[in-house]
């Protein structure tokens, strides 16, 4: 599901790039609207086995202090990188980040698949 996150960030900046007048509005609000639609499928596919495993392997005693800090830690960082994409779009480019981000997360969905490759990755729930 994560190369499926890595392609719809990739998607999100198709358009920028190639940006033309005979595109009409239209086929950018349903163009987005699909690509933020499979996002948000994608983030959804991933949280909800990530938080079923967390639940089944932490023990109840400390459940909630590591699942907390889990939460804890992305209101952290999410303004952070916030700022630092703010800072970083005053000087590159508005499409670079969300190309990176794809690709940066494309590569590392290629690269734990092929890691994994020989291994089961079905877990018995």
Do not use: H
Request: glycine share 10%; hydrophobic share 55%.
């Amino acid at each position: 599901m994560s190369f499926i996150l890595a392609i719809g960030m990739l998607l999100v900046t198709l358009p920028i790039i190639n940006i033309t007048d005979k595109t009409g509005t239209l086929f950018y609000i349903i163009y987005y609207w699909i690509t933020m639609f499979v996002l948000g499928g994608a983030v959804t596919c991933i949280d909800i086995p990530l938080f079923y495993i967390l639940q089944k392997y932490i023990p109840d005693e400390i459940r909630g202090r590591v699942l907390s800090s889990g939460m804890g830690f992305v209101k952290i960082v999410v303004p952070i990188a916030s700022m630092i994409a703010g800072l970083l779009l005053g000087v590159l480019p508005i499409y670079i980040l969300p190309l990176t981000g794809g690709i940066v997360l494309c590569g590392f969905s290629i690269l734990v698949l092929l890691r994994n490759k020989n291994e089961s990755t079905n877990f018995k729930f």
